[in-house]
Nanobody, 133 residues
């Protein structure tokens, strides 16, 4: 099994930046694909970004349409830690952000161009991001 430990988040004014970090602890094979979902009050969970563990932890990355060009996901060389850098944050980015992991979910995103919460087996507890206008 995989345990996902999240850190970062917090509050920022619109236009500001924040960073989230997630460490996967446990079976490495189960966290080949790692990323982030978010959920705002009253809304469904939305895929933010994901990255595959390639050679030396650098693999293909994927982004939700609403964050393309503003968010960047990276992974350390060992592949156990992912970082989500969020730039030009807007009030609509306010949500609970969840770290996710799965052996095959990145392949699903690549194949169909999107991903759903059910594609990821492992979820963190979530960390809050608040953006004030």
């Amino acid at each position: 099994q995989v345990r996902l430990v999240e850190s970062g988040g917090g509050s920022v004014e619109a236009g500001g930046s924040l960073s989230l970090t997630c460490e996967a602890r446990g079976a490495e094979w189960a966290s080949s694909c790692m990323g982030w979902f978010r959920q705002a009050p009253g809304k469904e969970r939305e895929a933010v970004a994901a990255i595959y563990k390639g050679y030396q932890g650098v693999g293909e990355s994927y982004y939700g349409d609403s964050v393309k060009g503003r968010f960047t996901i990276t992974r350390d060389s060992e592949g156990n830690v992912v970082n989500l850098q969020m730039f030009r944050l807007q009030p609509e980015d306010k949500a609970m952000y969840y770290c996710v992991a799965d052996p095959t979910a990145c392949g699903v995103w690549y194949a169909q161009g999107f991903t759903l919460p059910a594609d990821f087996r492992h979820w963190g507890q979530g960390t809050q991001v608040t953006v004030s206008s």
